[in-house]
């Protein structure tokens, strides 16, 4: 129990001080590339033997990046801005930004012109998915980005690195959807807050070291009795359930977080990148091209909220809670409908 401990805690450090990685893996001699969520092309950096690293935002009162951007935009990529602004981003080679929303297309302008000394490099996936051509569209894409990151590593990336890339990004979210799963056994020591930091310190660490100290962590608790949980049960959906005080009202109230749609946490681990496909970049292209139920992906038929249905069938759940991000239209404007569709299966839910 004590080590079980040990590796939660010290995933919980990685999660509250992801600057301490930075700085660990850039005084080992590694090259690190800022990732802003939420697909962001990372087993390209990883394939080209650089650390991927998680660029979330975070608890701030913005007082800089008013001058390229409004207040009334998505906090996590206000605060982004600030950051970087502010030099917290100092010793990354470069970012790798998907321009998935409307605040993302803006967010690539201000960016440039506000953290002029780390570069950025676009990434645009396409929304109409039917279409013939959005494969061979976006493999493309990858092409592009690759060849800035071969730049930047200094030597190329051949196709061999990319798939053994895809394996370690394969194993991991393999990984992280049985931790999802172990820990519901356990949720008198996995709390919302645990739970969080466990998902949210994979942004941070190179994944197949993320992938060991989670498996760890599983074996562990698999050796321990199932806990009986006697309090509430409930699912997570939105961008990110943060702050931190909003997982401990959970805790304080004996209400416990048994499954998640949310695009910080199993949002992203759900979708397996397949093989045989073609080359790993049209194997990367096709996982985008099988995304289902994310407010980022348009979707010609909506199938998230069935996804929360089942989810909450499946575990059980009391209810669902939607963690609404202001100013996050994509988030915004699915909200309404996964209200409806939960309400039509008699799910309770709080947005």
Request: net charge negative; proline share 5%.
């Amino acid at each position: 129990m004590a080590n079980l401990t040990k590796m939660l805690t010290e995933l919980q450090t990685i999660a509250a001080h992801p600057r301490t990685m930075v700085d660990k893996y850039l005084n080992e001699g590694k090259k690190v590339v800022g990732c802003f969520p939420i697909y962001s092309a990372e087993e390209l950096v990883h394939a080209a033997g650089m650390i991927p690293m998680g660029i979330w935002g975070g608890q701030v009162n913005p007082s800089t990046a008013g001058q390229y951007v409004p207040i009334f935009i998505c906090s996590i990529m206000r605060s982004c801005l600030e950051f970087g602004m502010q030099n917290k981003f100092k010793g990354l080679s470069a970012v790798i930004m998907p321009i998935l929303c409307d605040t993302f297309r803006g967010m690539s302008g201000a960016w440039r012109v506000g953290v002029k000394d780390i570069p950025l490099i676009g990434l645009i996936q396409p929304q109409n998915r039917q279409t013939e051509g959005a494969g061979e569209f976006l493999a493309a894409e990858y092409a592009a980005v690759k060849t800035k990151l071969e730049a930047i590593a200094g030597h190329p990336i051949t196709d061999e690195a990319i798939t053994a890339s895809i394996a370690v990004y394969n194993a991991h979210s393999a990984a992280m959807r049985e931790f999802a799963e172990v820990a519901n056994d356990h949720l008198d020591i996995v709390t919302p807050k645990i739970r969080h930091a466990v998902m949210k310190s994979a942004q941070f660490m190179e994944k197949a070291a993320h992938t060991e100290i989670v498996g760890k962590i599983v074996n562990e608790l698999k050796a321990l009795p199932v806990h009986q949980w006697k309090g509430k049960k409930v699912i997570l959906t939105g961008i990110t359930a943060e702050p931190d005080d909003l997982l401990d009202i959970f805790a304080q109230n004996n209400i416990a977080v048994v499954g998640d749609d949310l695009a910080q946490e199993s949002r992203q681990y759900r979708t397996a990148i397949p093989t045989g496909c073609g080359s790993p970049l049209e194997c990367l292209a096709q996982q985008w091209l099988d995304r289902k139920a994310c407010s980022t992906v348009h979707e010609v038929h909506n199938t998230r909220g069935a996804l929360l249905v089942d989810l909450a069938k499946k575990y059980r759940a009391d209810g669902v809670i939607v963690c609404l991000m202001s100013f996050c239209d994509a988030e915004e404007y699915a909200s309404p409908l996964l209200v409806k569709q939960l309400a039509a299966a008699e799910i309770p839910a709080l947005c």
